[in-house]
C-alpha cells in the first residue's frame, strides 16, 4: 500500500481546499497518492467534481483518525 502524500485543509471552507490541491498537485510527481484532510462538508463534492474537470483520478473518501479524507491521484 502506498503512503499518501497529506494536504491538511481541516478548518479551511470551501473553496479552499480545492485551491490548495490544486496548488500543490503540480509539485509532485504523476502517480503520487495524495489525501486532502477537509472537515469542509462540501469537500465531498467539491473534490470529485474537481478531479473530474481536472482529469485527475479521484480514490475515494476516507474516515480516519484525522477527520475525512479524500485521496487523489495525480494522473497528469
Given at each position: 500500500?502506498?503512503t499518501?502524500?497529506?494536504?491538511?485543509?481541516?478548518?479551511?471552507?470551501?473553496?479552499?481546499?480545492?485551491?490548495?490541491?490544486?496548488?500543490?498537485?503540480?509539485?509532485?510527481?504523476?502517480?503520487?497518492?495524495?489525501?486532502?484532510?477537509?472537515?469542509?462538508p462540501?469537500?465531498a463534492?467539491?473534490?470529485?467534481?474537481?478531479?473530474?474537470?481536472?482529469?485527475?483520478?479521484?480514490?475515494?473518501?476516507?474516515?480516519?483518525?484525522?477527520?475525512?479524507g479524500?485521496?487523489?491521484?495525480?494522473?497528469?
Amino acid at each position: 500500500m502506498t503512503t499518501p502524500e497529506v494536504i491538511d485543509c481541516r478548518g479551511q471552507r470551501c473553496p479552499l481546499p480545492v485551491i490548495t490541491l490544486a496548488r500543490h498537485l503540480p509539485e509532485l510527481p504523476v502517480g503520487t497518492l495524495v489525501r486532502v484532510l477537509a472537515d469542509d462538508p462540501a469537500a465531498a463534492v467539491d473534490i470529485p467534481a474537481w478531479c473530474r474537470l481536472r482529469d485527475q483520478e479521484f480514490v475515494g473518501q476516507v474516515d480516519g483518525p484525522d477527520g475525512p479524507g479524500y485521496d487523489v491521484r495525480r494522473r497528469r
